[in-house]
């Protein structure tokens, strides 16, 4: 058996105290006094031997540190547990900080003399590191929830591993479809192709982009999505990263775009027919020289014409104010005078109608003469046309100090209850007024019109006993658009 050897450990601790690189050693008096350090401390901290000994301990604390008294706890904590620990910022000579981590332990020495023996460890590029990261990821984040399509990372369950805002938003109150996008899918059959493509997606890790899905939301209202789905690197990953963008308002727009084109189409066809009608008919009187039947035929093409130009002309302005260009040419000029001109164009065109006025329009308005003359003729034209046989129309005209309103009162079809919401909609008409000729665009108009002078508008009816439609516009409109 080899003999025991004994080994003098006192060498071993001195040659790491001053041999070490990376560990900081300092030896410091239970009064805080530092009595020695290593080399690696003066490379560290930058302060030579014989600048910091007998220098008390507290100068390696940062300001903000020394006044909360952090050099005293630390003392006293390792004085009465015999060890306390490092993890915070140290400075060198220069001020600069430099985070540490590390460990104070009270030690003794043959005589029972006590020092406390402080080693720490410089981790401030690690920690830099870390801090970096930290940043950044909160900086991704941040990315994240401000974008508004929806994004979300899902595992081979379709369980939520990540989500953004924009899902959490759509989810609601959904706390299952906030764990589970299955649970967001509340129709199985229209949204199975979708859920299948997720699921083939997750389990061959093979992506897919722009495929459109519609959803309906817990809410109950339907929404179309655009969805892109990658798989997500990674050794044994079977994660993949989903990104849903919203289209319902374009869907929207492209489907009002095909009944637009749909529509005008339907009505501009009558028209168009009838002038290629009477071309033809036309170019048959002219060979057998048919006077009185070419000019009945002329009259007829000017009519059609009238016509194809009237709803031509509703569209081109539907679609400017749609847009929300609406420009106004203001002046000022005498409402009741305005109110005459309005009637006498109707009358003048239907002279076996009555349209009688009452009230007091004798006030100045700063407005758009020649729209609001639109608006009153298509209010009278309305009256007359959906008269059903009654020939007497009124318009009342009433003002105060703010504003003056314009009632045309008629005695004919009226409009059911329901309807009367959606009259001053684009393209909307009765179902029972479909023969009687028009597209729908007039009422619009006559909307944004008031709106567009600050006032408003709006109808009363009931159902084959009239209807009143009314707008009101202040008297003092600026001119300033």
Not at 26 to 32: A, C, E, K, N, T
Not at 46 to 63: A, H, Q
Not at 367 to 387: C, E, G, H, M, P
Not at 398 to 413: I, P, Q
Request: hydrophobic content about 35%.
């Amino acid at each position: 058996m080899p003999a025991k050897t004994t080994y003098n450990t006192f060498d071993y601790f001195e040659s790491l105290y001053k041999n070490t690189k990376e560990n900081t050693v300092i030896l410091i008096h239970p009064d805080g006094i530092i009595v020695a350090v290593n080399s690696a401390f003066t490379e560290c901290f930058r302060y030579n031997e014989d600048d910091i000994v007998g220098k008390y301990s507290g100068i390696l604390f940062t300001e903000e540190d020394q006044r909360k008294g952090c050099p005293e706890k630390e003392i006293r904590q390792t004085l009465e547990t015999g060890q306390s620990n490092d993890n915070n910022f140290l400075v060198d000579k220069y001020g600069e900080k430099i985070w540490v981590s590390g460990e104070s332990v009270l030690v003794s020495n043959d005589v029972g003399e006590k020092m406390i023996l402080k080693i720490v460890q410089n981790i401030n590029k690690q920690k830099t590191s870390e801090n970096s990261v930290l940043e950044l990821n909160k900086f991704n984040e941040n990315i994240l929830e401000s974008i508004s399509d929806i994004v979300i990372v899902l595992d081979d369950n379709l369980d939520i591993i990540k989500a953004n805002k924009a899902y959490i938003d759509l989810c609601e109150q959904s706390q299952e479809a906030k764990r589970n996008i299955s649970c967001l899918l509340q129709s199985p059959e229209a949204n199975q192709d979708f859920y299948d493509s997720l699921r083939q997606s997750v389990k061959n890790q093979a992506g897919f982009s722009r495929k459109q899905t519609e959803l309906q939301t817990v809410n109950g209202a339907k929404k179309t999505f655009e969805v892109s789905c990658t798989p997500l690197d990674g050794p044994g990953n079977k994660k993949v990263l989903v990104v849903m963008h919203d289209v319902s308002v374009y869907k929207e727009l492209e489907k009002e775009r095909e009944d637009i084109i749909g529509f005008i189409t339907h009505e501009l066809r009558n028209p168009l027919a009838n002038l290629m009608l009477s071309n033809d008919l036309m170019k048959e009187a002219a060979k057998g020289d048919e006077i009185q039947f070419l000019k009945e035929m002329l009259e007829r093409s000017e009519k059609n014409i009238q016509r194809m130009n009237i709803m031509i002309t509703g569209l081109y302005e539907s679609t400017k104010v749609h847009s929300g260009y609406f420009p106004l040419d203001l002046s000022e000029f005498m409402f009741d005078e305005m109110v005459d001109e309005a009637i006498d164009t109707i009358q003048g065109l239907h002279p076996s109608f009555k349209i009688s006025w009452e009230g007091d329009g004798k006030c100045k308005v700063v407005a758009d003469r020649y729209r609001i003359i639109q608006v009153i003729t298509n209010f009278l034209s309305n009256a007359i046309k959906y008269s059903n046989g009654h020939n007497e129309v009124q318009v009342i005209v009433s003002h105060d100090a703010k504003s003056v309103t314009v009632y045309v009162k008629d005695y004919g079809l009226g409009i059911p209850k329901d309807h009367i919401p959606y009259v001053f909609e684009r393209f909307f008409r009765m179902e029972k007024t479909r023969n009687i000729e028009g597209i729908g665009l007039g009422l619009y108009l006559c909307k944004q019109i008031i709106r567009a002078h600050k006032g408003s508008i709006g109808a009363d009816s009931e159902e084959t006993k009239g209807s009143v439609f009314y707008f009101t516009i202040p008297l003092a409109q600026s001119k300033s658009q």
